[in-house]
């Protein structure tokens, strides 16, 4: 039940490539708890003496979400995206993200914050709250890929395999993390360690052809909307599948493929043609 969920609620660090479906994931779980949820970039917080948004204003939002109840808004998701732009060692900002961290620190092991909203003050316990980091810690998956995909080709005794022999897998640890400019003490409140997949040419497929969401379905909508057919050829979802793969932009980029074809075929749709088929 949503009182068990609540009860045993864990701190999450969920990693994955761009476009593999990090922050729908979030959003429909939210929805099936009838829970406010907040995804917003780490990025945008700042310790004081550091310009950025104030925490609170989180609280703030959470609490709007909620309609001004306070026990709900207690009960709500935050998810921080770029949560691994905090660490890293390549620019001259380490001193202001390890600021950051440490407001994150108290932020996520629980206070009780002040907050103003339409009026009324509310004494906000963050200790309630589910928080998720969220990012594509790219540098680091690569890294453990490659890393594993040099002790399966040590084991096999082969110098070399193909890209398809080889298994994409890999365990991130809480060291990992560690390593990649987290504070310790921050990434040990976060109790789960998961990701997201990559996404296959056949899983971009799937999403074309049996998602509610698929940006073709949108198209296909755009065009009955101006009085036209839109027929799209299996050869073109294919092509689309498979740009949106080379291109290693996931789903997202599935979105930016079927919008060009959209553009493409803009003049015929306000010329008043009542069929369209796009073909490879």
């Known amino acids: 039940g949503d009182s068990d969920l609540i009860r045993n609620k864990a701190n999450i660090i969920l990693e994955g490539a761009t476009g593999t479906g990090k922050t729908y994931i979030i959003e429909e779980v939210a929805k099936k708890l009838k829970l406010p949820v907040l995804i917003t970039p780490a990025t945008n917080y700042s310790s004081v003496g550091y310009r950025g948004d104030d925490l609170t204003d989180i609280l703030y939002k959470l609490l709007d979400k909620a309609n001004g109840n306070?026990?709900?808004?207690e009960r709500g998701i935050v998810a921080f995206d770029e949560f691994d732009k905090l660490g890293g060692f390549a620019d001259n900002n380490v001193s202001m993200r390890k600021a950051i961290q440490q407001e994150l620190l108290t932020f996520i092991s629980g206070t009780i914050l002040d907050v103003e909203y339409n009026g009324k003050t509310y004494n906000f316990d963050t200790s309630k709250l589910t928080f998720i980091g969220m990012g594509a810690f790219t540098n680091l998956r690569e890294r453990k890929i490659k890393e594993n995909e040099k002790k399966y080709k040590s084991s096999i005794g082969f110098s070399?395999?193909?890209?398809?022999d080889i298994v994409r897998k890999?365990?991130?640890t809480k060291d990992d993390?560690?390593?990649?400019?987290l504070e310790r003490e921050l990434v040990g409140r976060f109790s789960c360690l998961t990701h997201t997949n990559d996404l296959s040419v056949n899983d971009l497929e799937g999403i074309l052809t049996q998602s509610i969401t698929s940006p073709l379905n949108g198209l296909r909508i755009t065009g009955n909307i101006m009085g036209c057919e839109i027929d799209i050829d299996d050869e073109i979802v294919h092509e689309i599948a498979q740009r949106a793969f080379d291109t290693n932009t996931g789903a997202r980029g599935l979105?930016?493929?079927v919008q060009s074809l959209k553009d493409v075929i803009a003049n015929d749709l306000f010329s008043g043609e009542s069929k369209i088929t796009i073909t490879s």
């Open 177 to 181: 993390y560690v390593d990649e400019g």
């Open 70 to 73: 306070l026990e709900l808004a």
């Open 170 to 172: 890999y365990k991130i």
């Open 160 to 164: 070399s395999l193909g890209e398809d």
């Open 255 to 257: 979105i930016e493929i």
